[in-house]
């Protein structure tokens, strides 16, 4: 089953505090159930984020970047926060 992805921009924010707050927001939604017709589903969230430099990278390097981080958190097993600095 595929999942829904967006994309989030935030100005001046620490990459401690991006971490945080997307293990928040995994994390509790982890812990939730849905019903569907089938029966109860239990969903996952997968998170990558990166940081612009001072070099005013271009917003459409930026969402790449951010996409390779997050494309890695679903291919080494989903429901995962991480930072491009720490792909491979």
Not at 10 to 28: C, F, N, S, W
Not at 32 to 41: A, V, W
Not at 42 to 47: G, I, L, Q
């Amino acid at each position: 089953m595929g999942g829904e992805e967006f994309a989030l921009v935030l100005k001046r924010t620490l990459p401690e505090m991006v971490e945080a707050a997307a293990e928040r927001i995994r994390t509790a939604f982890a812990v939730r159930t849905f019903e569907t017709d089938t029966g109860r589903m239990r969903c996952t969230v997968s998170a990558g984020f990166t940081f612009g430099s001072g070099k005013r990278m271009s917003f459409d390097k930026v969402l790449s970047a951010v996409d390779t981080a997050l494309f890695a958190t679903k291919r080494d097993g989903r429901n995962r926060v991480l930072d491009t600095r720490r792909c491979a």
